[in-house]
């Protein structure tokens, strides 16, 4: 068994232990279980603590057998005696307010909106919450997010109590008593919210600085909110909002005025879109003419083979000339850009054969029948594959 010291002293961040156990994993890589460590193992949706063990790294820590907790690190250990710990205070501080952070979210949607949380996960970037319930929606996630930052504000007391069992209906608890539990270890935010919970929390809901939801989602039956506190949540904030000044600046605007500009350029950009494919397709009605005048005879059958420094164009034209019978058209663009087809009345297998014939020039491409669209890594080598079509073209048709 190894005495948890990370239960009873959160804030502590450095140890000294004794090895009663060490093995090898590979090179450079030991497990190790101490008769006592601060170091918190993965469990309950908190991660794991880092830090090192004498001069070795603690890359993992977790739940091992018979109550024991296991270091995973890099680096020598001794195999026994006394060792020294210390942990990564940042990101133990930093798990300390995502997880209480979290107790005060969950029951802040249980307040106002009757959404309880089945779910808790906590990652290097941001943390998850997964709540089951109807009337999810953004109204419930403001509501919630609102109560849970006045919490924050009010700089709540937050308690960590042994209970025994018999006493526990005296509790509101959030969750159930996991079974077999005779004396429950109970997080309480004063007034507010109790639950059982074996994590590291902080002493106050001042602590935590902000309660920031990111984003939700609907995943099978249930609503996921994604969140971040403390210095995450400020990170985050930082991050988003210099973005924000940046387009404010590149677009000459307030920061408040940035989404409506953006959504302007966006109905511009798709009105030149569509614009600039109508202007490309009467351009390619306006080459077609030429090209067929410049069409090579196959047998009965006419095959275009044509060049240009525009891949949409390209397309357009492979669209008008696929409409004139008896055409094969073989069109390239400088981007490397191919695109074969044949008329509706031509029976002619291009896909299979050009796109063979791409892959042997270091490119990729697909399509059916007689149309195939393929792409050159270099398009310098665009006509070289554009000959080696049209000769299996004109072997075919002959």
């Not at 902080?202 to 609907?218: D, N, Q």
């Amino acid at each position: 068994m190894t005495q948890k010291l990370y239960l009873e002293e959160p804030y502590r961040t450095a140890f000294e232990a004794v090895v009663v156990a060490s093995r090898t994993l590979d090179a450079g890589s030991r497990e190790v279980v101490l008769d006592r460590t601060l170091f918190y193992p993965e469990s309950g949706g908190q991660l794991a603590d880092a830090g090192t063990l004498g001069e070795a790294r603690v890359t993992g820590v977790r739940e091992g057998a018979d109550d024991t907790v296991v270091h995973v690190v890099a680096g020598e250990v001794p195999g026994s005696g006394e060792v020294q710990g210390s942990i990564d205070w940042a990101r133990r501080f930093d798990h300390m307010q995502q997880h209480t952070g979290q107790h005060v979210l969950s029951r802040a949607f249980i307040e106002t909106g009757k959404l309880p949380t089945v779910s808790f996960h906590m990652g290097d970037e941001t943390c998850t919450i997964d709540l089951e319930g109807s009337g999810f929606d953004d109204a419930a996630v403001r509501r919630a997010e609102d109560l849970a930052n006045r919490i924050v504000a009010e700089n709540r007391p937050i308690a960590v109590n042994l209970v025994p069992l018999a006493e526990l209906d005296q509790l509101e608890l959030r969750r159930k008593v996991p079974e077999g539990v005779t004396i429950a270890r109970i997080v309480s935010v004063a007034e507010f919210d109790a639950i059982p919970c074996c994590g590291t929390h902080v002493r106050s809901t001042g602590e935590l600085g902000l309660v920031k939801v990111l984003r939700a989602e609907r995943v099978k039956q249930l609503s996921r909110v994604h969140f971040k506190v403390g210095a995450r949540a400020l990170d985050d904030y930082r991050e988003k909002h210099g973005i924000v000044q940046a387009l404010a600046n590149r677009l000459t605007t307030s920061a408040g005025d940035v989404l409506h500009k953006v959504e302007r350029m966006a109905e511009e950009s798709q009105a030149a879109g569509k614009r600039a494919k109508q202007l490309t397709q009467r351009l390619a009605e306006a080459h077609k003419p030429a090209l067929l005048q410049r069409a090579v005879a196959a047998g009965s059958h006419r095959v275009v083979v044509y060049r240009d420094a525009d891949a949409a164009l390209v397309r357009a034209l492979a669209t008008e000339l696929q409409t004139e019978s008896g055409t094969v058209a073989l069109l390239g663009a400088d981007d490397g850009t191919v695109v074969c087809v044949t008329a509706r009345d031509v029976t002619l297998d291009l896909a299979g054969a050009a796109s063979a014939m791409a892959r042997e020039l270091g490119g990729s491409g697909g399509g059916k029948g007689g149309f195939a669209q393929l792409k050159l890594e270099d398009g310098a080598r665009v006509d070289e594959l554009l000959e080696t079509i049209r000769a299996y073209v004109a072997k075919q048709l002959s």
